[in-house]
Each structure stands twice: as structure tokens, then as C-alpha cells.
């Protein structure tokens, strides 16, 4: 998700309830920067304001999930160390459990031309992306996933440098 739903309360407390009865455990809300307006240009273009991210986070909490924060990275967004630092920043100081990072790709046969478009001007280089891994290299290795995403622990933080499966 990337947390509309569950921000404007179209996701119930009562639902929210059902869910971590149900089993659900984690809930992944994807994002493309800590930043405010960054997630709103992107998710919610027609909207003055963007969803108050802390807020669904706390709220999240208080229903017994986890929470794991999709980076989708990209370029003018986050795209190198210092973002990524931030980033990592955020997610603790929110008590997030979970980040995962993964460069925007589109698949090749794409639906939507203006989307592939807008993720071909932006999508990060092999330059940026051996950055971001060299920053995360000193961290220890808790897991390696069989298509080749690496997750650490960086500060009590599961972090996983990850590509899409969809690529």
C-alpha cells in the first residue's frame, strides 16, 4: 500500500483490527522519500497535501503491526548515500522495523507509456546504485534472497538493497 487508504480512514480501525487478528503482521507502505511533498508529487499529484506518514506509522503500531517501508529509489529522489542516510534516519526515528530500497524500473511491456516515460528519465544509473551498496557493505549481512537482494542490520534496522522481481 502506499498508506492513502489507511491515512484518510478508509481503512478502518475495526478492519486494521481484523487483519491482525486474521495474522497479518507487517504492513508495507510504499514511498519514494521521508520528505512530505516528495510522496505526495508522485502518489497523490492531485492533492494539496501529502498523507502525514508518521502518523500512519503510529497508527500502525498501535494495532500491533510492523511496518516496513518500501523505497522505491530514484533519481531526484532518493539516489545516493546522503538520501539513503536519511532515509535510514527517518525509519528509526519513527521505530519502523523494516526499510527496503529498490531502484524504479518498469517492465519492458509496459501499459502505460507516460509512466514508462517518467521511469526512464528517472531511474538511477549502475554508478549510483554501486554507491548506495558500498554505503550499506560495512553493515552485517543477516539474509541473502535468492534473486539477489541483500538484507542487513544496520542499528537494529532490517535493511534490504533489493531489486523489483518485476524487472
Known amino acids: 500500500t502506499n498508506g492513502i487508504a489507511i491515512a484518510d480512514g478508509r481503512v478502518s480501525d475495526r478492519t486494521l483490527d481484523h487483519w491482525r487478528a486474521l495474522g497479518l503482521s ?5 514511498v519514494v522519500h521521508h520528505e512530505p511533498e516528495a510522496n505526495r508529487a508522485v502518489y497523490l499529484p492531485y492533492r494539496s497535501a501529502a498523507i502525514d506518514l508518521p502518523a500512519v506509522i503510529e497508527r500502525l503500531h498501535g494495532h500491533g503491526f510492523g511496518v516496513r517501508l518500501a523505497v522505491v529509489m530514484a533519481d531526484g529522489l532518493i539516489d545516493d548515500p546522503d538520501d539513503v542516510a536519511a532515509m535510514l534516519r527517518f525509519a528509526h526515528d519513527h521505530r519502523v522495523e523494516q526499510l527496503t530500497l529498490r531502484p524504479v524500473n518498469a517492465p519492458a511491456d509496459s501499459r502505460s507509456p507516460e509512466v514508462s516515460s517518467w521511469v526512464a528519465g528517472h531511474g538511477l544509473s549502475r554508478a549510483q546504485e554501486r554507491r548506495i551498496a558500498s554505503f550499506l557493505a560495512p553493515h552485517p549481512v543477516t539474509e541473502r534472497l535468492p534473486w539477489g537482494g541483500v538484507v542487513r542490520d544496520v542499528e537494529g534496522l ?3 538493497l533489493t531489486n523489483s522481481l518485476t524487472r
Open 158 to 160: 532490517s535493511v534490504c
Open 26 to 30: 507487517l504492513v508495507a507502505i510504499s
